[in-house]
């Protein structure tokens, strides 16, 4: 019997991904963990050098958003509930900001390059943010970026995901159950305008919180 995709990925909202260690590991080898009641402090992400490619197909680096504050989080156009969810606080965190929202550049950066192409990232991100930008890239540039943030993420195959929909079959086209899901860290990651990492933000920081963080961050 096929597996409905959301009630899968549904039933792994109740675990999140353990802080990845400071050093070693690789990617796809993150432990998962129940949440706790209440999210412990984060450290600021380390930042550093990276080449990706957005949205409009351009490939950027890290200096191309110096100048100006980076709120980054790393996700895929594939995720049912998580990564639009999170999305949308990073977005209403922007709108909270108000003009002060013109010094900060939103960032989505694919976990899931081999689906995310730039034209993909591109209708998806405009759902969201005007100012939001996506970020793609080869495998060993994400995970190179990744590992720079601390994040962690891996492919969960789903027997049955791939199946082929029957009403897509009649009309000749693909199905819209991708094989898999990506599970990822959930965290959004706040960079100064020099690329300094300054916060780190788990999930289910309110959309206030965050950009009154942000604000106080800012004025130091």
């Known amino acids: 019997m096929k597996t409905p995709f959301i009630a899968l990925a549904l039933a792994l909202a109740g675990v999140v991904l353990a802080p990845a260690p400071s050093q070693g590991g ?33 490939t950027v680096s890290e200096r191309d958003f110096r100048g100006r504050y980076m709120l980054v ?12 969810t999170d999305l949308q606080t990073m977005a209403d965190a922007m709108d909270a900001l108000g003009p002060a929202g013109d010094r900060v550049r939103p960032v989505m950066v694919s ?19 005007p100012r939001l930008t996506g970020l793609t890239g080869t495998r060993q540039q994400v995970a190179a970026l990744a590992r720079l943030y601390g994040a962690r993420y891996f492919k969960l195959f789903y027997p049955g995901l ?6 897509k079959k009649k009309d000749g086209g693909a ?13 959004t990651y706040l ?6 990492g300054l916060a780190t933000f788990p999930r289910n920081t309110g959309p206030e919180a965050m950009a009154r963080e942000i604000r106080r961050l800012m004025n130091e």
Do not use: W
């Open 26 to 58: 690789g990617e796809g080898q993150t432990a998962v963990q129940p949440r706790p009641a209440q999210a412990p402090a984060l450290k600021a992400p380390t930042g550093g050098a990276f080449t990706l490619v957005d949205h409009s197909g351009r």
């Open 73 to 84: 989080y790393f996700g895929y156009t594939y995720c049912p509930d998580i990564c639009p």
């Open 111 to 129: 976990v899931d390059p081999e689906r995310d192409t730039p034209a993909v990232m591109a209708d998806y991100i405009g759902l969201f943010h």
């Open 162 to 167: 791939d199946d082929d929909d029957d009403d």
């Open 175 to 187: 199905a819209d159950t991708p094989g898999y899901i990506m599970r990822h860290t959930s965290n």
């Open 191 to 196: 960079l100064g305008p020099d690329g300094r």
